[in-house]
């Protein structure tokens, strides 16, 4: 599966919406992407995952770009609980998920 | 909300020592997984199963074996513990083509 790059960290205040990009410039037409979270300790938590259009749940809004080669994961209303690292991942099959470093998302108050 | 539990969920043994891991499942879901997490590595496959009896090789399997006794039960057995797999072990489920359901973790210290 193509590899992701990621910002290392990123930083925003409670309230704002923030916007954490993925650049995949590799992907391939089977490929998902995937995005997980995780804080300190605990196993990672599904955030949302989408193939070629924009999804939208109760957690996220993923944007994909039209070319598939970046997406973009915008969380609004940012609270301390969504301090956390973020993992884009890409998948072709749903069995197998490679895990980066992902990027570190710190929230202020 | 999918429940994964494991236990125990602090492990310390000696070098050549036996070790378990389980892991359970309460929704009925065909695939589970073992990952091992390391600073600087991120989450490392390990082994997964499709269901009850079938166990498929992840990204990094050696020194490890695991064993799918029911829909619900996923052991990890390292026979052999070596001080390099110290770890913090993940546990997760997911339905066919679903997302994956992660359990609490297993912190594993090999002396």
């Known amino acids: 599966d193509a590899k992701t790059t990621q910002p290392d960290s990123m930083e925003s205040t409670e309230g704002e919406t923030v916007h954490l990009p993925c650049s995949h410039a590799?992907?391939?037409?089977?490929?998902?992407i995937y995005w997980y979270r995780q804080v300190p300790l605990q196993g990672p938590e599904y955030v949302t995952h989408?193939?070629?259009q924009n999804t939208t749940n109760s957690m996220a809004f993923l944007a994909i770009a039209s070319d598939r080669k970046s997406s973009t994961l915008i969380l609004t209303h940012v609270s301390l609980r969504d301090a956390a690292v973020y993992h884009c991942i890409l998948s072709s099959s749903f069995s197998k998920l490679v895990f980066g470093q992902g990027t570190s998302l710190s929230v202020v108050p | 909300e999918a429940a994964v539990t494991q236990s125990p969920r602090n492990k310390v043994t000696v070098t050549g020592g036996n070790v378990t891991l389980s892991c359970r499942q309460t929704n009925s879901h065909n695939y589970m997984y073992w990952y091992r997490q390391d600073t600087g590595h991120g989450l490392r496959l390990i082994h997964y199963?499709?269901?009850?009896?079938?166990?498929q090789i992840g990204d990094v399997p050696d020194g490890y074996k695991a064993t799918r006794t029911t829909q619900e039960d996923f052991f990890l057995l390292l026979e052999l513990a070596s001080p390099s797999q110290t770890s913090l072990y993940f546990c997760?489920?997911?339905?066919?083509?679903?997302?994956?359901?992660f359990g609490p973790g297993t912190r594993l210290t090999v002396l």
């Open positions: 997760a489920s997911s339905g066919y083509r679903e997302e994956q359901y």
């Open positions: 590799t992907i391939s037409g089977n490929e998902y």
């Open positions: 199963s499709y269901g009850a009896g079938n166990l």
């Open positions: 989408g193939l070629q």
